[in-house]
C-alpha cells in the first residue's frame, strides 16, 4: 500500500474521500480553507492500494504551540473501514510516524465511528463492531481518551429512507403536533442566501447571548458559510412570520448526508413553534438533496437529566431520530512530559479549541 502527503489538495478531494466510510465535512477542502486562515496548516493524507485505488484518508491540521513543536488534529477522521485490521494498522502506524518526524507534542483524532446504536444499557441498544474494534485499538496503542472533546462525541441521526409521510409519522406525537401547528399559525419557511448571513449572525449573537454560549466574531462565521454556500454544501433555511425572520438553522449537506450544525432564533413568536417547521423543512431538503442521514449533531454524552444536552436532546429525539454513540476524543501523547504540561497548564487553549470549531 502506498501513501501520500499533499500540503494543498488534490485535484478532486472531496468527490474521491466521499466514498469513505464516515466522510464528514471537517475533513473537506473547504474546511482546510477556513482552518488555513485561523493559523493551522492543513496536510492532506491518502493512503492507495497497489492498484491505485483510495482505501484511506485524512485532513490533519498542525498548529505550532511552542518552538518547533506542534499540535496535530485530524477533525471527525482519519476515514477508513476501521474493522479491516491491517488497514487500521497501516494508518494509526503512518500516523504516529509522521507526527513523531513533525515535532507533534501529541495527535487528537475524533473519527466518526460509532460505538453503538441508542441509549448504552436499555434494551434497545445494539453495539457496532467497528467502533467497539477502533476503542481496543486505541488502548493497545497507549491513546488516552482526551480530556478536552472538540467536536460531541455522540449525536441524534434521523434515516431519511423513508418516505416523507413516514418520515413525518415516526415523529413523536407531541413533536408532529407542533409542527402542525407552526404551519397553522402562519410560519413559513424559505431557503436563504449570502445576502441573509449578516442578520443571521446578529441572529446567531442574539441566541448565544440567550442561551449563554459563546461564540466566535462575524468574520469567521462568514468565511465558514461563504464557502460551504459556494461550494453547494450548504442551504440556510428561514423561518419567518408575516414575512419577519424568528428563526434559522444552517444545513450543512455533503456526501449523502446532511447536518444541522448552527441554529439560531429570536424570541418572537415563540408560541407559534418555528423551530419544530424549520427541523421538518430540514428533513424534507435534506432527503430531497439525496442524503442518507440527517445528523442533529450532538447529544448527551451521558443520557441523565443532569446532563447539559439533556433539553436540546429530548428537542432532537422528538423527530423520531436515534442515538449514535461514537468514542469522542482521544489523543496520542508523543512527548509525554510536554503533552502533561500542555493539558494540564494550557487548559484555557484546549477549551478555546472546543469553542472555535
Partial sequence: ???????????????EIASLPGASILQTSQWAEIKSSGGWTPLFQKWLSADGQ???????????IF??????????????????????TRVLDDLQSMAKKGHAVFIKVDPD???????????????????????SEYKKRGWVHSPQQ????????????PSEEDLLMNMKQRTRYKVRLAEKKGVTVRHGNPADFEALYAMYAETSERDRFIIREK??????????YAAGMLTP?????????????????????SWYIYGMSTD?????????????????TAKQAGSRIYDLWGAPDIYDESDRMWGVYQFKQGFGGFEVNTPGAWDLPLHKTGYQLFVRTLPKFLSYLKRKK
Avoid: C
Fill in 1 to 15: 500500500m502506498n501513501s501520500v502527503t499533499l500540503s494543498t489538495p488534490p485535484d478532486h478531494w472531496n468527490e
Fill in 54 to 64: 483510495l482505501r484511506a484518508a485524512a485532513l490533519i491540521l498542525r498548529k505550532k
Fill in 67 to 88: 518552538l518547533q513543536y506542534e499540535f496535530w488534529y485530524i477533525p471527525r477522521g482519519p476515514l477508513l473501514d476501521w474493522e479491516d485490521s491491517q488497514l487500521r
Fill in 113 to 135: 465511528v460509532p460505538t453503538g446504536f441508542g441509549v448504552p444499557g436499555s434494551n434497545s441498544y445494539r453495539e457496532q463492531t467497528a467502533g467497539q474494534l477502533l476503542l
Fill in 150 to 161: 472538540i467536536q460531541f462525541a455522540n449525536s441524534v441521526w434521523i434515516d431519511l429512507s
Fill in 219 to 228: 468574520a469567521y462565521y462568514l468565511n465558514v458559510w461563504n464557502r460551504f
Fill in 237 to 257: 433555511l428561514i423561518a419567518e412570520v408575516e414575512g419577519q425572520a424568528v428563526a434559522a438553522l444552517m444545513l450543512f449537506t455533503y456526501a449523502q448526508r
Fill in 268 to 284: 418572537l413568536h415563540r408560541e407559534k413553534m418555528p423551530n419544530y417547521l424549520l427541523q421538518w423543512e430540514a428533513i424534507k
